[in-house]
């Protein structure tokens, strides 16, 4: 299942697209699962970290995003790469280390890219796509291809000094850049509260005149609405923008967190009051736009991909030990 | 079918746990996300979630049970409409361990082989006089009207025409657009320009000085030099990070450091380093032609030098290939930047006491020229390292280890390095250079390694 691109400009979700957002968020939280079960089996190692709960905000993002935009995040960057159309064959063995995998076994988690699906990332230094993503932006306005850069950070990484030299450069040059904050409430262990002076992280852009709204980042619709128009604005010419999405995660950090610095009332609260996904299958039953058997051919068929990149992810070999001096330098 | 539950790995090092709670009895329904057990691992105590709806169908492990291997069945959860029936049909679930690889085999110790020779260089046949100053403007300007995607940004590079005035001319040829004047930011500006070397740009980043590279580092590693590995060789970032490396005059400890050795250590950069003007026009046209990542030291007292330059618009200079400035049978000696003139001076010193100096001028930092500098040692069996930066780990070390490696059996005395003094660059005038290394000193190491003291 590939998520396909939407024509730019349409505002409000036609039916169809509606049933599509639901598909790949919860193609999202299922691959999620799944890694997480291979996580617990041994199959997956080291960092892994879970994008459950924050599924709106990648797929109402993509969901207004033109054919030439490009997209940068950080690790937590499982849900951007599906969505952005990448095989989850290819993701998930990546996650188990072998040679199908995007990186051929020699990224991991963090790091893989897609020129093809314009996904560049997928990087392990908290805050260092922000300039990264400023320059997927200044190539969009060099090359004149009417793109623009998605670039997602955390709410942790917006402490970072490298975000605020990218606002200014982004403002200043006027460059097609959407800023996307993750705002799931902590960074590792740290609250927002005790790590940011000032809540209203959509406001740190003010200072270089540039445009910020906070989103419910748990409502797929509110999601895309905001993505609209916050493209439009950089598409345009008038510079960047920032997204604060709140939003949630369920899981900790990484793997290996047992998130003893929340309550358990907290975590359930946001999963019972606020899901994303359940928001979103409520509407489409209100609506009548899916009744019970369609949520379980929805819910089967995204299992099946998941099943099967789970699959593909232990049955494909681990990387020749050649591999491990490929991919240094391109031969000139 | 049912479902069996399997003891998880919850941190990267676990390899058994104590199942201390569970918070499903047999019997209880269980959606998809609620809490079936608490495990206590070596760090901590995690909750274990379900990823599947159903019916607990049987505890296998009872709670406060230690030493559970990851792995073992703990439970089995019985899907929609099974019961207790189904449980002995329990389907394994088994982790496929991957297809075995064929282990390395163990390298000799001994004879480590050479790496393959670099490309020679061509003759050319006509020279121009030129600073190096205007030689790095030349191969910039060249470069850019060649290949649109070449853009230069850094600070001071437009409109001031370059702290050093080495981007003269470059603003009024090619406009603002590729030619762009940045706010005090590297490290933004080099990511910036990474981000556009990843979407298929070119861009040349000038640093005012590689001493605030340093602000920069993290993209010059992190997010140049690793990402075609990271990637398995998808995303490739041709970009180039330039400035005047090392110590210029009389500007203290934090403006007079030699980078060589720090961005030499790391793997997905060429690291070059010219002495000559045509070294600096060959070599900055190789580095932007490159699809690699390429940290290119300059050095300020340099820029006003003048050389001759070949006049040949196909003229390059080939990355990784060393120059012999100066043959000779009875000691070679390694520089690269400024230092090659050092070694040149001191050439002229020993020739009037019968020594002949081989001067090689590395050029190339990464790679390292090795077939040059063992070639050279064959016929001399004598070498002397000479470099402006720390001795710790450095570019003398490395060639120390080189000769280890390559040239053991040749060498009539011990490896030599000269280096600056393992200080921060002091200001004072007979300090500072007391911190460089002068041609008296590579005369004596000379006279050294020649037993000739
Ligand atoms: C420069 C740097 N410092 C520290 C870390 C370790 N680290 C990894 S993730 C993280 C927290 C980031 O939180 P946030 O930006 O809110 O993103 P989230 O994990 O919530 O998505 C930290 C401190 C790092 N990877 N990079
Ligand atoms: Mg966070």
Redesign the interface.
């Given at each position: 299942m590939v998520a396909k691109k939407k024509e730019r400009g349409a505002s409000e979700p036609t039916p169809e697209e509606l049933v599509r957002y639901y598909r790949e968020m919860l193609l999202v939280r299922r691959f999620e699962?799944?890694a997480?079960?291979l996580?617990?089996?041994?199959?997956i190692?080291?960092f892994c970290h879970l994008y459950i709960g924050q599924e709106a905000v990648v797929v109402g993002m993509q969901a207004a995003a033109g054919p030439t935009d490009?997209c940068?995040t950080s690790y937590r960057d499982h849900g951007h790469m599906l969505v952005c159309g990448m095989d989850p064959k290819g993701v998930m063995a990546e996650l188990?280390?072998?040679f199908g995998?995007?990186?051929?076994?020699?990224?991991g988690s963090m790091?893989?890219?897609?020129?093809e699906k314009r996904f560049?990332?997928?990087?392990?230094?908290v805050g260092?796509q922000?300039?990264?993503?400023?320059?997927?932006?200044?190539?969009?306005k060099?090359?004149k291809d009417n793109g623009v850069?998605h670039v997602y950070c955390g709410d942790g990484a917006v402490n970072q000094?490298?975000v605020y030299?990218?606002f200014?450069?982004a403002s200043?040059w006027k460059l097609p850049v959407v800023f996307v904050i993750e705002n799931n409430k902590y960074a590792m262990g740290t609250s927002s509260v005790r790590h940011a002076a000032g809540q209203e992280l959509y406001k740190r852009g003010a200072a270089y005149g540039i445009p910020g709204e906070a989103v419910d980042g748990m409502s797929v619709i509110a999601v895309h609405a905001a993505a609209v128009r916050a493209l439009e604005h950089a598409r345009s010419g008038q510079g960047p923008y920032i997204l604060e999405m709140m939003t949630y995660r369920?899981r900790?950090h990484s793997?290996?967190d047992?998130a003893?610095y929340r309550s358990k009332e907290e975590v359930t609260k946001m999963?019972e009051q606020h899901d994303p996904i359940d928001h979103l299958k409520e509407k489409l039953l209100a609506d009548g736009l899916l009744d019970d058997a369609g949520l379980k051919e929805v819910d089967r068929a995204v299992k099946a991909v998941v099943t099967e990149a789970a699959e593909f992810a232990?049955?494909s070999?681990?990387?020749?030990?050649s591999e491990?001096w490929?991919?240094?330098?391109?031969e000139? | 079918m049912p479902i069996q539950i399997?003891?998880?790995?919850?941190?990267?090092t676990m390899t058994e746990g104590k199942l201390a709670k569970w918070l499903k009895a047999e019997g209880d329904a269980v959606k998809?996300?609620d809490v079936l057990a608490e495990i206590e691992?070596d760090?901590?105590?995690?909750?274990?979630?379900s990823?599947e709806d159903g019916v607990m169908g049987k505890i296998v492990v009872a709670a406060g049970t230690e030493g559970v291997a990851?792995?073992a069945v703990i439970a089995v959860l019985l899907g929609e409409g099974e019961d207790a029936s189904a449980l002995s049909a329990a389907a394994p679930?088994t982790?496929?361990p991957?297809?075995v690889?064929?282990?390395?085999a163990a390298a000799a110790p001994a004879a480590v082989p050479l790496p393959p020779a670099a490309p020679d260089e061509k003759v050319y046949a006509s020279f121009k006089r030129q600073t190096v100053r205007e030689a790095l403007r030349d191969a910039m300007a060249e470069e850019m009207r060649a290949d649109p995607s070449v853009?230069l940004l850094g600070e001071e590079v437009a409109q001031y025409q370059g702290a050093y005035k080495v981007s003269q001319g470059l603003l009024e040829e090619f406009g603002a657009?590729r030619v762009i004047d940045?706010?005090i930011?590297e490290?933004?500006?080099?990511?910036?320009?990474?981000?556009?070397?990843?979407?298929?740009?070119r861009p040349i980043v000038e640093f005012m000085t590689m001493n605030f590279s340093m602000q920069a580092i993290?993209?010059v590693i992190?997010?140049a030099a690793k990402?075609?590995?990271?990637?398995?060789?998808?995303?490739?970032c041709s970009i180039v990070f330039r400035g005047p490396n090392g110590a210029a005059s009389r500007v203290g400890a934090q403006h007079s450091q030699d980078y060589a050795s720090w961005y030499a250590h790391c793997?997905?950069l060429?690291v070059l380093a010219p002495w000559s003007a045509a070294d600096a026009k060959g070599l900055l046209k190789a580095a932007i032609?490159?699809?690699?990542p390429v940290v290119f030291l300059e050095n300020e007292l340099l820029y006003g030098s003048t050389f001759d330059v070949p006049d040949d618009p196909d003229f390059i200079v080939p990355?990784g290939k060393a120059k012999i400035e100066r043959a000779g049978a009875h000691v070679t000696i390694t520089a690269y930047s400024r230092m090659v003139q050092v070694a040149l001076d001191a050439a002229e010193i020993l020739k009037a006491e019968g020594i002949e100096a081989e001067v090689i001028n590395l050029r190339s930092i990464r790679p390292l020229d090795i077939n040059t500098i063992v070639a050279s040692v064959k016929k001399t069996n004598r070498i002397v390292s000479l470099e402006e930066g720390w001795p710790v780990a450095g570019i003398g070390s490395e060639i120390a280890a080189v000769m280890m490696e390559h040239a053991f059996d040749w060498l009539d005395a011990p490896v030599v390095r000269v280096c600056g003094a393992d200080v921060p660059m002091p200001y004072a005038a007979n300090l500072e250079k007391l911190a460089l290394p002068q041609i008296e000193h590579v005369v004596e190491a000379a006279r050294a390694v020649c037993y000739r003291r």
């Open positions: 699962e799944k997480g079960q996580y617990g089996m041994g199959l190692n080291g490009s940068i188990t280390g072998r995998g995007y990186s051929h076994g020699k990224g790091h893989m890219f897609s020129r560049y990332g997928g990087h392990g230094i260092a922000v300039p990264l993503g400023t320059g997927l932006g200044f190539a969009h060099y090359t850069a000094g490298q030299e990218s200014n450069m200043l369920y900790g793997m290996s047992p003893k999963r232990q049955a070999p681990e990387p020749d030990p491990l490929t991919d240094v330098l391109i000139a | 399997l003891m998880p790995a919850l941190s990267p998809s996300g691992t760090k901590a105590t995690m909750e274990l979630e990823i990851v792995n679930i982790a496929t991957a297809p690889a064929v282990a390395p853009f657009d940045t706010p930011t490290m933004g500006f080099a990511g910036l320009a990474c981000g556009a070397g990843y979407a298929g740009l993290d993209h992190n997010s990402t075609l590995y990271m990637s398995g060789g998808q995303q490739p793997p997905g060429k032609r490159d699809p690699n990355i």
